[in-house]
């Protein structure tokens, strides 16, 4: 039965290799854990290798333990050096070193030698390294081509070239590499021996990924939730976060209902409740977009965070006085049909009620991540829970506490 698994799991590779790549690391390992070791080896050889790596991590030791004995020396050796480091680092997207050879190798030898390896292997650089395989530096295809065969890679290459440390996380390896694109980077470790070869285009969909699920983990969806994740995963990793929103909204309703009073003495305000709540939330939501942004493009560097936060609140402040203007208007008109007594002094309740709600949403949209973040945590992760109940709480107790004290 195992033959016939692998037989049919060899057939059926590339097709595999795409089901998969839709799932969750763990999803993906339980799908492929009952192949055979060559049809997982080759199935994971088609993924980006960070994911390859995840799902490796998430297979059966039975099956990992298939899985490398089937794949080549090279790629085993390489998945294992790649999970020593730690998740969202570079050493774990790294694939292995080809074309390396040592400095007094000449020109034609490597020519003679690559003419085998590209039959195999897509190469773009050759590597040169010392005997404890520290990288010395690159030779570009173009210098080979031009250069005499019988000079040594030592006099042809380009030396000291730029590499990524493998302990590096991604989002910093992408502030460094925003101005050198190169197809592949060589990947060193503290000691700068070549560990491993990263490719550019590795790198960017590992990212775009990264900040695709951004705005799932702003809302509480877990990062390894995928289109095909079956629906009980689905609700059971969704559904603690919606326990804890029921929590925040209770929060909420109970602000609202300590000026039970005021809201049966002046109805007219629940209809404003929900204006005020929508303009402050989406004003929060908005300063929360620009902080999240620049923590992805590295740009809330030392001293930035303190004139962030003024900005959004003052920009909050100014958001508030327009839209409250208009509101103040609607609430004016509405209070004039309905024959209510103070229909002016409400009107500049609700005016107050959205400056100073705006105001504090902006400042939370800019605080929350910044918080979430010293604290250890991903700053994406629920920020729109802790937003939305910092706004609803703010906005509908201020409009009630102001209606309290200013109209009898």
């Known amino acids: 039965m195992a033959a016939v698994n692998q037989a049919i799991g060899e057939e059926l590779i590339p097709d595999l290799a795409d089901d998969i790549k839709s799932h969750s690391a763990a999803a993906a390992a339980a799908k492929l854990e009952h192949y055979g070791g060559a049809a997982i080896a080759s199935a994971l050889s088609r993924l980006a290798p960070g994911f390859a790596q995840d799902v490796l991590a998430a297979l059966p030791a039975e099956s990992r333990e298939r899985a490398f004995g089937a794949a080549s020396a090279e790629l085993a050796r390489q998945w294992q050096k790649n999970a020593a480091y730690p998740a969202d680092t570079i050493g774990r997207m790294m694939e292995p070193v080809v074309a390396a050879y040592p400095p007094e190798q000449t020109v034609g030898e490597t020519i003679d030698q690559l003419r085998e390896l590209v039959k ?127 929590l925040t909204a209770f929060l909420a309703a109970a602000v609202v209902g300590l000026f039970q009073d005021t809201l049966d003495r002046l109805v007219i305000l629940a209809l404003f409740l929900p204006v005020l709540a929508g303009q402050s939330g989406n004003t929060g939501c908005q300063a929360l977009a620009v902080t999240l942004r620049g923590m992805t493009l590295g740009e809330l560097k030392r001293g930035v965070a303190r004139p962030l936060v003024a900005k959004e609140t ?41 400056v100073l709600s705006c105001i504090a949403s902006g400042l939370s949209g800019a605080l929350v991540p910044l918080t979430l973040k010293r604290l250890g945590f991903d700053p994406a992760t629920a920020s729109s829970i802790f937003l939305t109940t910092a706004t609803d709480c703010v906005s509908m107790g201020t409009l009630l506490l102001l209606a309290t004290i200013l109209v009898r």
Not at 211 to 226: H, N, T, W
Not at 324 to 338: H, N, R
Request: charged share 20%.
């Open 314 to 354: 003052w920009v909050g402040c100014l958001n508030g006085a327009g839209v409250g203007l208009m509101a103040a208007l609607g609430m004016y008109i509405t209070a004039v049909g309905q024959h209510q007594e103070r229909p002016l002094m409400l009107a500049f309740v609700v005016f107050a009620a959205m």
């Open 120 to 246: 195999t292997t897509f190469i773009t650089y050759v590597y040169v390294l010392d005997p404890q395989e520290r990288l010395l530096g690159l030779v570009t295809m173009r210098d080979l081509l031009f250069s005499d065969h019988e000079a040594m890679l030592r006099n042809v290459m380009f030396r000291d070239p730029f590499a990524l440390q493998a302990a590096v996380p991604l989002m910093d390896a992408m502030k460094l590499v925003l101005d050198r694109h190169y197809p592949v980077y060589p990947v060193v470790d503290a000691d700068k021996r070549l560990v491993g070869l990263l490719r550019g285009q590795s790198m960017f969909e590992a990212q775009a990924i990264e900040i695709s699920l951004q705005a799932g983990s702003m809302v509480g969806l877990e990062k390894e939730e995928r289109v095909a994740t079956h629906w009980w995963r689905s609700m059971k990793l969704r559904h603690p976060w919606l326990q804890f929103n029921l």
